[in-house]
Structures are given as C-alpha cells and as structure tokens.
C-alpha cells in the first residue's frame, strides 16, 4: 500500500493551469493562420497550388483560408515567396458555423456560446458520445487526454459516454467512410432530443485530405446538423478544450 | 536459406521490376509454400495489374535471419490454387486479394471480404450498396451458444470495427473479428502519385504511428530516386520512431492499468504518454510528428537547446514512468489479471505470421530495427526485447523492455548529434523498379511496397500495416477465455483499425 501512495506523491499535481492560466503550448506549435495582404503578390497562387486540400483560395486578388479544410501542414506558407503567410500560435480555432471557419483578414470570429435555453440545460453537464468514423486516431487520441488528469475534463462537468442513450451530442471524428455512415446515423438517432453535434478535425469537417474520394463522404456535412466546428488536423487538446468552453459559456 | 525462384535483396533497396522473377502460378505457389515452412514470412501478397487487365501476383519473403527479403511474381487469370490451404499466413492476404481483385483463390478455407469496398476491377456492380458485416459468420451450434456481436461504434473513444463472439456461458469458443469501417480508399488514391496529398495519407493511414508509417514510405520513394538522406535527418527520424514508441507504449501500460482498475499506473501513464508527445511537438510543433518526416530528410531541425531540452525530458519521463510500471509488476491483483490471459504460444504467432510486440512477447526473435535496420539503426543497434509467455503480461512486459532501450537509444543519440543539413536535393523517381521498405513501428514490422511506372510515377502501392498480420492474434488470444477479458485481451494488443482499413 504504501508504494502506490509514495508513487502518487512523487507524480505530483498536474493538470494545466488552462482555463485559468494561459495554456503551455509547443514553441513550433502552428495554429491560426494569418494573410498579410499587402505582401501578396497580385499575379502569384503559389501558396493555393501547394494546398493539400484546396483550403486556400484567392480570388479577386484575395486570399482566403479555409479552417475546415486546413490540415495546417504549413505548406502555403512555405510557398510563398513574400512571406505573406504565417501560423500563428493561436490555438482558438473553433466556430459554430462552416462560414466563420473561413479566414479573410485578421478579424477573428470565435464560437459563440449556445444560447440561453441550451446553456440551462447543458450548461453544467454535457455528456457526449464520441463517433470516430475514419478518424486516424490522432484526433481520437488528443480527446481522450482531455480525460486525463492532465486537462481533467470532468472538473467542467462534460464527460464522455458508452452509451448515445446516456448523451447530449455527438462529438464525431474522421470522413465518413461509406462504411460507417449508417452506424453514424444510427447512432445520432439514439441521442435525446434537444442534442448537440461537434465536428472535430478537418476530416469531420470537410473530409480532410480525404475530400472526394469515393469511399468517403467528405465528412459529416450534409449527414448531421453541426453546433460546433474544431478545425485542426488533429486539433491540440487545448482547441478542442477551448471550443467545448466556449460553446458552453465556461471560460468568462 | 534464400527463397528458391525469388530475388534477392535488402530492406530499402529498388530492383528493376523486370528482374522480379515472373513463374507460373503453380511454382510460385509451392515456392512461397516451400519458404514459409522453412521459417520465412509473408511480409506481404498481393495483385497487381499491368496495363491491359493482366494481373500479377507478388509475394515478399522475409528471412528474419539473414535479413534479406526475397521477391517473386506469376500472372494470375480469374482463378488460381489458394496459398492459405497449405499456407496460413497467407489467408488474410488472400481474402484481400479476392475482394480487390474479384479473383478467386480456389480452396481458401475463409474466403469473406476483409474491407467490404467495391472492387478495382470485375465482379460485383459498382453501385451495389455495401453492407459491412453482412457476411456468414462462423456459427458454434448448440442449446447453450450464445452469440455476442459488438460494434462497430464501441463503448469508448476508439475506432470502430465489429466482433462477433461464440460463447458457452462466460467461456468464448470463437472470436470472429470483421473490419473496413474505416477504409478511405488510400491506395487506390496513391496510384499515379506521389502528388500533394501522399505524404498526408501516409502521415494519417493510421495517426498514432505518423512517424512509422511516413518513415517506411519516404524511404521507399527515396529507394526509387536514389536520394541520400543525411546523418543527421537519420538521427532525427529514428528519435522521433522512438519517442513515438515511447508514447504509445507508456500509453497502452496505462490502458491496460486501467482495464483491471488498477488506477495509479492508468493515471500516471495518460498523463507521461503526453509528456512523451510534447517531446515530438518541441522537434516539430505537432504531437504526432506531422511535417516531420519528409522525402529526402526531415522537415525540421533541432538547436542544441532543444537537444539538452529533450535529454531533461527523456530523463524525467523515463523516471514517471518507471515508477507507473514497477507498481504493475509488483501488485498481485494486477500480475494475476495478466498472467496466463489470452495467451498465444510462438507456434500460432510463426503460423499466423504475428509480428511485433504480440510475436516477440511469445518468444519470436523479431525486430525490423535489428534483423532489416535501414537509417540510423545500422550504426545503432536496438537489441530485441522478448518475453516467453505469450499473455497479456508479456505484450505488456515486452512493452516495458522497449521503454527502457528506446530511451537508451535516444540518449545516445543526443549526445552524439551528427552536424550537416537535414535535407538533401530531390531527385526524380526511376521508372519501372520495384522496391520493399520494412520499420519497426511501435506496432511491429510496417511495410510500404510500390512498383513504379513508366513515367517514374507510382503503379501500385501495397501497405502492411502490422495490425493487418495480428487482428487474427487477437482472435486467437480470445479462444476459451472469458469474454469479461475481452478488453484486456483487446489493449494487450492494440491493433489499429484504420492501418488494416487503409
Ligand atoms: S483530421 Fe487529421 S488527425 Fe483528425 S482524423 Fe482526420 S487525418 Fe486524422
């Protein structure tokens, strides 16, 4: 007995100061991304054609990055020859609707809180049931730390579930194989209503760098009415973390 | 023993595709018979067409003690004389190759889809809804049988698969374990590549072993352009193999901790798993080392303070997590859930073709960074960890062993950083040549196969991930266990679902 308990004091306490505190995130972390417009070159699409997944655009003289789409792989920034692109460290990431995901200039629309009714009632005590159809299992793997006592998603009150009867929502990773889109419905009509949907990761979202292939079905758009988007490929457990909060209003 | 009518060669290195042996069904078929029982494995079988709807058959011979590969190849019509009846490596192979191609291997004794996708070409109409695990399972009758089916969305935030047990009570007679919910189509979509989206399938074909996977390919790639990598990237990547390892295996002791309600170990462990992780992140900014590894290199370097950084780490974690371990082996109520569950003895994992942590836990002597070392691990040697059980205490306890000599390796790989670029000029890829890449993943033995084209382009190109020779492990393990062990059993293994889906 005493071994477990001389172990137990020697790990110490370790869940992250976050929300509290500012998170800890790796120096070569690449978050948000940002377009310096004025440093793009009028006649140049370097940074589009090295997109794996069509996230970045630019049309009319503009560039636009898809957040859905990103697999923030840093390669347009690569590309482009004035610097124009940076990944900042910003690790919000999270918007409620596909629109917001969209990045135009420096204006940041971050998710916004459920409303009233919906924070009443899931306010205090989410639970989800977590759906990974196609997810390679990093997007699976960075939510199951937020179990951890590293990030201790119980002291928010949200927990994940067994069981689609015992939830509020989905929280669904990967593209939709074909093969799993019937047990995804399925399980989606085994949740309560009112119940939420969360779409986690660039394939969740978009389809990811699996978009138009035959055997998926380009994420869960168009399957499942979505609340809440957490782009990233995976996203850092602090993204999905901060996206959970921000929809129920848990970070003020 | 060479392989009588293969070719001859090493890990990583591309051959003239013409110089692949081409036989006659038959020879292929004893020849490849002949191989395996003098101890050889199928590292993989598999069709591939050749313009005008020919299609050849491909089978990969590893000689784990002479650490060389053998390939040899025979055109196939619509059917040929199965492997897998004299053969039983070769059955799930071939299941793969009837489901692809619409061949038939004549006296399979299990012919049922592996993915349940449509065919590349023949058979059923494209349109055809598919119905995963609509198939003819293996049935025990009786008054007293029950059947269990679970998933494929499971009670956990896994990937999905399904598993239909024929049980007697608590005790399980058969285990049959369907899979491909999770099948994305990568291969099919790396024909005709490498373009933008290449390196991002591989770093995803299963994203827990990023680092394994993107390492087996880049060198395959690399093997078809003749393109050095540096001594430095070598270092780089083998450190990131290995704190990739580290991580999982930190993590898997923790499941399985925590599968027996052993709290302390499964706490602790989640917690240094991630500490693992962040190492990967301080090289590359991503947890699971995406942009790390590259063609030709790696994607990022590292300054003498990231090196004395990690070296603090890895010194500090190997500390955590020998505490969390040493308290699994000395806690009875834990040793006795692990001890003699789901045991496999060696003679299954040689016929089954285990690989990895599961084969070397039953006393395999296998180990692709020793028996096929390619990269830094031909200056450096791993040695191979094994135990002699077979059960979940030894996939654990071999997990235990490797924790201690990757950290090994990686501190002496930090103290003795090579200097010079970790990138070297592109080249283009040689056309019609065939080449093998085996890693040690943390799984086991992952291997990427491509033939190229005439345009230097990619033809074909076959994935192994480690969990497509061990899913049938697993169901092995279960055999007159309790179904109540099937979650031990299950993390004692950790196969990936989206590997063997691709
Ligand atoms: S978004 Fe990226 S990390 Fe997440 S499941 Fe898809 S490929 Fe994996």
Not at chain 1, 65 to 86: K, Q, S, Y
Not at chain 2, 105 to 133: A, C, N
Not at chain 2, 373 to 402: C, H, I, K
Request: include cysteine; glycine fraction near 10%; hydrophobic fraction near 40%.
């Amino acid at each position: 007995m005493i071994k477990p308990l001389w172990a137990r004091l020697q790990q110490g306490h370790r869940t992250v100061a976050f929300p509290k505190g500012e998170p800890v995130l790796p120096e070569r972390f690449r978050g948000r991304p940002q377009v310096e417009l004025s440093k793009c070159l009028a006649d140049c699409t370097r940074c589009a054609d090295a997109c794996p997944t069509e996230a970045m655009r630019k049309a009319d003289g503009a560039l636009t990055i898809d957040l859905g789409r990103c697999l923030f792989c840093g390669a347009c920034a690569e590309a482009c020859p004035t610097e124009a692109i940076e990944f900042t460290r910003d690790y919000r990431l999270a918007g409620r609707s596909r629109d917001d995901l969209v990045v135009h200039d420096r204006a940041v629309k971050l998710a916004e809180a459920l409303d009233q009714k919906a924070r009443r009632l899931f306010g205090r005590s989410l639970k989800l049931r977590q759906v990974c159809a196609g997810g390679c299992n990093a997007c699976e793997a960075d939510t199951n730390v937020l179990t951890t006592v590293v990030f201790d998603l119980g002291r928010f009150g949200i927990q994940f579930v067994a069981s689609p009867r015992h939830a509020d929502g989905l929280f669904v990773t990967g593209p939709v194989p074909a093969n799993m889109k019937l047990a995804l419905e399925k399980t989606y009509a085994a949740v309560p209503d009112p119940k939420l949907v969360i779409a986690t990761g660039a394939c969740a979202i978009s389809g990811g760098c699996y978009r138009d292939h035959p055997e998926v079905c380009n994420g869960v758009e168009g399957i499942l009415p979505v609340d809440l988007y957490i782009p990233g490929c995976p996203p850092h457990p602090i993204t999905i973390l901060d996206g959970l909060l921000r929809l129920l209003d848990r970070l003020g | 023993m060479p392989v009588s009518n293969a070719i001859s060669f090493y890990n990583g290195q591309a051959i003239d595709t013409k110089q692949v042996p081409v036989l006659d069904v038959g020879t292929f078929r004893s020849s490849v018979i002949d191989a395996a029982a003098s101890g050889m494995r199928i590292a993989a079988l598999f069709a591939a067409p050749l313009g005008n709807s020919r299609l050849r058959l491909f089978a990969v011979l590893a000689d784990d003690s002479a650490g060389t590969l053998g390939v040899l190849s025979a055109d196939v019509g619509e059917r040929y004389p199965s492997v897998a009846v004299d053969c039983t490596q070769a059955h799930w192979f071939e299941r793969e190759i009837a489901e692809q191609w619409s061949i038939v291997p004549e006296g399979h004794p299990w012919l049922k889809p592996v993915r349940f996708h449509p065919p590349y070409r023949g058979g059923r109409r494209q349109d055809e809804p598919i119905t995963p695990s609509v198939m003819d399972f293996f049935k025990v009758a009786g008054e007293q049988v029950h059947e269990v089916a679970v998933g494929p969305v499971h009670a956990g935030i896994i990937e999905p698969g399904h598993f239909r047990f024929q049980c007697h009570g608590e005790q399980v007679l058969n285990l049959e374990i369907s899979l491909g919910y999770q099948h994305r189509g990568v291969e099919r979509a790396s024909v005709g590549g490498p373009n933008k989206r290449t390196v991002h399938y591989v770093q995803t074909l299963a994203g827990d072993t990023t680092v394994g996977h993107t390492t087996a390919y880049c060198q395959l790639i690399e093997s078809f352009s003749g393109r050095n990598v540096t001594p430095r990237a070598q270092v780089l990547r083998a450190i990131a193999l290995e704190l990739e390892r580290l991580a999982n295996h930190t993590g898997d002791l923790g499941a399985l901790a925590g599968d027996v309600g052993y709290l302390p170990t499964s706490s602790f462990c989640g917690r240094i798993r991630g500490d693992f992780l962040n190492m990967t992140a301080l090289i590359c900014g991503n947890r699971f080392g995406r942009g790390l590894i590259v063609p030709g290199g790696v994607g990022f370097d590292v300054t003498d303070r990231h090196c004395e950084s990690l070296a603090e780490r890895i010194a500090q974690g190997l500390k955590d997590v020998t505490v969390a371990a040493n308290l699994l082996w000395s806690t009875p109520s834990v040793l006795s859930r692990f001890e003699d569950t789901g045991r496999v003895p060696i003679q299954t994992c040689r016929e089954l073709g285990l690989v990895g942590v599961p084969a070397r836990a039953s006393g395999v002597e296998m180990d692709c960074r020793f028996n096929f070392p390619t990269g830094m691990y031909r200056f450096a040697q791993v040695p191979v960890s094994t135990w002699n059980t077979g059960d979940v205490f030894g996939r654990a306890y071999v997990r235990w062993l490797e924790i201690q000599r990757s950290v090994a390796f990686i501190r002496d790989q930090l103290a003795s950083m090579p200097d010079g670029p970790i990138t070297t000029q592109a080249k283009p890829l040689s056309p019609n040549r065939f080449s093998v890449s085996l890693v040690e993943g943390w799984r086991g033995e992952i291997c990427h196969v491509a033939l190229t084209g005439p345009d230097g382009g990619l033809m074909h190109h076959k994935i192994v991930d480690p969990s497509f020779h061990n899913w049938m492990g697993l169901a092995m393990a279960l055999r007159d266990q309790q179904i109540s062990d099937f979650p031990l059993c299950n993390k004692s293994f950790n196969l990936s679902y989206c590997g063997h889906d691709l």
